[in-house]
């Protein structure tokens, strides 16, 4: 489709096109990083990190799109709708909100609550790009290249996919450890969005056209640029302020976990060793019982025959049963001696 009037040149700044692209990346790390609490947190914060989450991805959308604007320029005076830049932002956080909230429902993941998510994120990016564009206010017409803007439509699915199944459903190996899922995922969802907007951007056409009416609510590109230093300083400071806590907070339930744990071994340890010692106690007063009744038995079992040898060999000493010569009484002192001997240590 084309347009009566000249088509206006479209230059880019590319400072403004990496500082874009920077804040895609940041911003999505710091709301992946968040939404990663919300699978582990199940108690009353949970809710604070959903919507914390939420609503840096939606800024960071917001933010990334604005920022890129006025990373083109043209030819002639460009103004935008406050109302529809309101409710472009409005869009991203909102799709951002119920896509992470769709995830965030299972404490295990599925490629199903995944895809719908990563749908809902994607087409806030997408919503939140063609409904800014709605805000423009310049003395042109615009339009599409068909094929372009389903080729940004399929990056924005595709990679927002990629970077919230790296982040909460990869397995945690040695490759694969937690910062670097962390960092690859950010990656993946900063060319969601960056890429997005950069292809749909490219699929677009200006022709310069004479507007016959304004909207009297529309602001110029510097109005803008402060709110958007403004929207994304808050960001920082949000994410900031998340992130510290974040880390206290995951620090503080680790060691409470840990201490835990290692009070539940040490319970078990005590229960152990408590049974080890009643098992042992018993078997000890079985065996002193055992030895009692052993050492009683053969105390009278030695005692007995014994006496009748100390009672015999005293008959003979004292020449009773008739006279001994000196070897046999030799013989028969010895045997006494022995036996009282043989008696004391009974």
């Avoid at 009566?4 to 874009?20: K, M, Q, W």
């Avoid at 992130?243 to 071994?265: G, K, M, P, W, Y």
Wanted: with cysteine; hydrophobic share 50%.
């Amino acid at each position: 489709m084309s347009y009566p009037g000249a088509v206006l040149t479209v230059t880019t700044d590319i400072h403004l096109v990496v500082l874009s692209i920077l804040v895609s990346v940041i911003g999505s790390y710091i709301a992946l990083d968040m939404a990663q609490q919300i699978l582990f947190d199940r108690g009353n914060y949970r809710r604070w990190w959903l919507i914390g989450s939420g609503l840096t991805l939606g800024i960071t959308i917001w933010a990334m799109h604005f920022i890129a604007m006025l990373a083109h320029r043209l030819r002639i005076p460009v103004s935008y709708d406050f109302t529809i830049v309101l409710l472009s932002m409005i869009v991203a956080i909102a799709a951002a909100l119920i896509g992470l909230c769709i995830i965030s429902r299972q404490e295990q993941v599925s490629l199903l609550s995944l895809s719908a998510g990563s749908i809902f994120i994607s087409s806030g990016i997408i919503g939140m790009h063609f409904t800014a564009m709605s805000s423009l206010r310049l003395e042109a017409v615009w339009f599409y290249e068909p094929k372009l803007v389903v080729l940004s439509g399929a990056v924005a699915v595709s990679f927002s996919f990629g970077a919230l199944w790296l982040k909460l459903r990869s397995p945690n190996t040695a490759f694969l450890s937690e910062s670097r899922r962390l960092i690859g995922s950010a990656l993946l969802m900063g060319i969601a969005i960056s890429g997005m907007h950069y292809i749909a951007m490219a699929a677009v056409r200006f022709q310069s056209a004479p507007l016959t009416q304004l909207n009297l609510s529309a602001i110029d590109n510097s109005l803008l640029a402060v709110v958007i230093g403004i929207a994304a300083l808050m960001l920082l400071k949000l994410a900031l302020l998340a992130s510290v806590f974040a880390r206290r907070l995951s620090a503080e339930l680790a060691t409470t976990e840990i201490l835990r744990q290692t009070e539940e071994r040490l319970e078990q340890l005590v229960q152990q060793r408590t049974e080890e010692l009643e098992r042992e106690k018993l078997i000890s007063e079985a065996a002193n019982r055992a030895k009692t009744e052993f050492l009683a038995n053969m105390s009278h079992e030695l005692r007995t025959p014994l006496a009748n040898i100390i009672n015999i060999s005293d008959l003979l000493n004292e020449q009773l049963l008739g006279p001994l010569n000196a070897k046999q009484q030799q013989f028969v002192n010895n045997i006494s001696t022995c036996g009282y001997e043989l008696l004391n240590l009974i």
